[in-house]
């Protein structure tokens, strides 16, 4: 069965430091995949996805087949980034596998 | 474009009584929509699929009967919780999608229903 792993709950930074979410997955077929972000008291949104190779809002994030990642980064954090990030493998007709999610705080 | 309502936002309900949560795309056509259930400070887990006119996919663990779901129309699906009990309170979450609308196949999600069974 497919699974996503995001080892980190918490994830807090200073303002202009680096940002790297973390996240894992396991699926036997051909994996696409996805970051969603969720700001206070909003609904989710997609953020990026892995074959549109795109950088939103500073972010990106690169599939690695052999390591099995899909790690979320962005070189400078802002504090309008503190939100929770949810990573998401979609699987067939088109359902998405959702990964426990992380908060990241960015501190001014 | 691709707004996902849900209602209603919030409900507290008896036990024992049925809650129906609707899910509609305000502007687009859903050829499938997904409901999803979120406990506190968890992610999201995949309740159940379900394609306009047919009968919804469960996944494994969901009670069919326990959470009906209709997609009657190509903008609205219902969840109903029937015989709600305390350990059903949680965060309901909707999306929608369809082929056609903005990214493919991507899911647009509802703000969320916060159902409180006392």
């Known amino acids: 069965a497919q699974r996503v792993t995001q080892p980190e709950k918490l994830l807090s930074v200073f303002k202009g430091a680096p940002v790297e979410l973390k996240c894992n997955y396991s699926y036997s077929g051909s994996p696409e995949l996805f970051w969603y972000v969720q700001y206070s008291r909003q609904r989710l949104q997609l953020l990026l996805r892995h074959i549109s190779r795109e950088s939103i809002k500073g972010f990106t994030a690169d599939l690695n087949k052999g390591e099995t990642s899909f790690h979320l980064k962005k070189p400078f954090a802002q504090e309008e980034d503190s939100a929770m990030y949810y990573c998401?493998?979609?699987?067939?007709?088109?359902?998405?596998?959702f990964g426990g999610g992380t908060r990241l705080m960015v501190k001014p | 474009g691709a707004v996902v309502s849900q209602h209603p936002s919030w409900v507290i309900c008896k036990s024992g009584t049925s809650v129906k949560i609707e899910c509609r795309s305000l502007?687009?056509?859903?050829?499938?929509m997904f409901w999803y259930r979120q406990f506190p400070k968890q992610s999201l887990m995949l309740m159940a699929t379900?394609?306009?006119?047919?009968?919804?996919?469960?996944e494994q663990g969901v009670e069919k009967d326990k959470f009906l779901i209709n997609h009657a129309s190509l903008t609205l699906s219902t969840l109903t919780v029937t015989s709600a009990h305390p350990e059903d309170s949680s965060f309901y979450i909707c999306?929608?999608?369809?082929?056609?609308?903005?990214?493919?196949?991507?899911?647009?999600f509802g703000p969320g229903t916060r159902l409180t069974v006392l």
């Open positions: 502007d687009f056509q859903a050829t499938t």
């Open positions: 998401a493998l979609r699987v067939a007709g088109n359902m998405l596998t």
């Open positions: 999306s929608a999608s369809n082929p056609g609308q903005g990214i493919p196949d991507t899911q647009y």
């Open positions: 379900s394609n306009e006119g047919s009968k919804a996919t469960y």
